[in-house]
């Protein structure tokens, strides 16, 4: 199936795994993209990506690269693993997922996430057990008895556990996959950034993309000292008690940290109207991004968050094609009024 360009970009994303720490295969593979379109993308010391072709930037757009994941905390008997997570995430929703361990050697070894004695033959309880990384387990897919037969495999504590994405687009527009939040926003800004490569020198903006948003300190650091502003391309959130919508762009105005700049967010409404940009104003009421990492770390800018509505985030998510469009189309309407 050939893909929109926006998807296209979203599924290339999403077929490289990217949990917290273990991103730098996600940062060259778009560092490799803007190279071959003539611009100078920097990796920061902590691994993030900045893409900033003017000398004075007011402003930085911001996504996150990294996802949600696990490490290996345990080896025991039977091949199985115990972990630690990467990120927070009810445990249940990646109950029954496939996974890969990947070791430190660089050898991958397939598994499932599964619930200790999971049979609901032997198991007339499997339905009831409340789930916790106490009693669930990466059952692998090796012929192994002991946790000394697993060391031999190159298997150890610390290995990343990368849960899979299990991408699909729908002929009615939908895409359905892990790790919308936050490839998704990703996507958005790369296409902005391939669209727009031979003006971008003219723009007074920067684009960062993080790996470490799940674990809380993101951008935190790398972005310009000198921006006045931060456009935080994240996710939307839909779902009860809140107006995100999957064909929309979500704007903002309060998350778990506190109110967003007003007068930036205010100036994006209006944009979205003047650009009949199908949008929502929202308050996330647990939630945080990259914008709060940058505030704490103390730099004196002014945050908005924005991003296309995700459906049951930090599961089985879905968005639509509209609401990534959406999102691009108010990035691109925001960074050409600076």
């Known amino acids: 199936m050939q893909y929109p360009p926006l998807i296209d970009m979203l599924?290339?994303?999403?077929?490289?795994?990217?949990?917290?720490?273990?991103?730098?295969?996600a940062t060259a593979y778009l560092a490799g993209l803007f190279k071959k379109a003539g611009l100078h993308p920097v990796l920061t010391n902590k691994g993030a990506l900045l893409v900033c072709e003017h000398k004075d930037p007011v402003s930085v757009c911001a996504a996150h690269l990294d996802t949600l994941g696990?490490?290996?905390?345990?080896?025991?008997?039977?091949?199985?693993?115990?972990?630690?997570?990467?990120?927070?995430?009810?445990?249940?929703?990646?109950?029954?997922?496939y996974a890969t361990v990947i070791t430190s050697d660089g050898r991958k070894w397939r598994g499932t996430f599964l619930l200790d004695n999971p049979a609901a033959h032997v198991n007339r309880e499997v339905g009831k057990t409340e789930r916790s990384?106490?009693?669930?387990?990466?059952?692998?897919?090796?012929?192994?008895?002991?946790?000394?037969?697993?060391?031999?495999?190159?298997?150890?504590?610390?290995?990343?556990v990368c849960f899979d994405h299990r991408f699909e687009y729908t002929d009615t527009?939908?895409?359905?996959?892990?790790?919308?939040?936050?490839?998704?926003?990703?996507?958005?800004?790369?296409?902005i950034i391939l669209r727009n490569a031979r003006g971008?020198?003219?723009?007074?903006?920067?684009?960062?993309?993080?790996?470490?948003?799940?674990?809380?300190?993101?951008?935190?650091?790398?972005?310009?000292?000198?921006v006045k502003e931060m456009l935080a391309v994240d996710m939307g959130v839909v779902g009860g008690g809140v107006y995100g919508e999957e064909t929309a762009v979500s704007i903002c105005a309060k998350d778990s940290t506190g109110p967003h700049d007003y007068e930036l967010r205010t100036r994006l409404v209006a944009l979205a109207k003047k650009n009949l940009i199908a949008h929502t104003v929202d308050i996330f009421p647990f939630y945080g991004s990259d914008g709060a990492a940058t505030i704490h770390a103390g730099y004196d800018v002014k945050v908005?968050?924005?991003?296309?509505?995700?459906?049951?985030s930090h599961?089985?998510?879905r968005t639509h094609i509209k609401g990534m469009e959406a999102t691009a189309k108010l990035v691109e309407a925001y960074i050409k009024t600076l």
Do not use: W
């Open 200 to 226: 971008l020198a003219a723009l007074p903006v920067a684009f960062f993309f993080s790996t470490y948003e799940e674990v809380g300190h993101g951008a935190s650091a790398g972005i310009p000292r000198g």
């Open 315 to 317: 599961g089985v998510e």
């Open 11 to 25: 599924s290339r994303l999403e077929a490289i795994p990217s949990p917290s720490g273990y991103t730098h295969n």
């Open 173 to 191: 527009g939908f895409v359905r996959t892990r790790f919308l939040d936050d490839k998704a926003g990703c996507a958005v800004l790369a296409d």
């Open 304 to 312: 908005s968050v924005i991003g296309p509505g995700v459906s049951a």
């Open 70 to 97: 696990a490490m290996v905390s345990r080896l025991e008997d039977g091949a199985r693993l115990r972990v630690a997570t990467i990120g927070g995430y009810p445990l249940n929703s990646f109950e029954g997922e």
């Open 133 to 160: 990384l106490a009693n669930m387990h990466i059952r692998l897919d090796v012929e192994a008895k002991t946790p000394q037969e697993l060391k031999k495999l190159g298997i150890g504590v610390g290995d990343y």
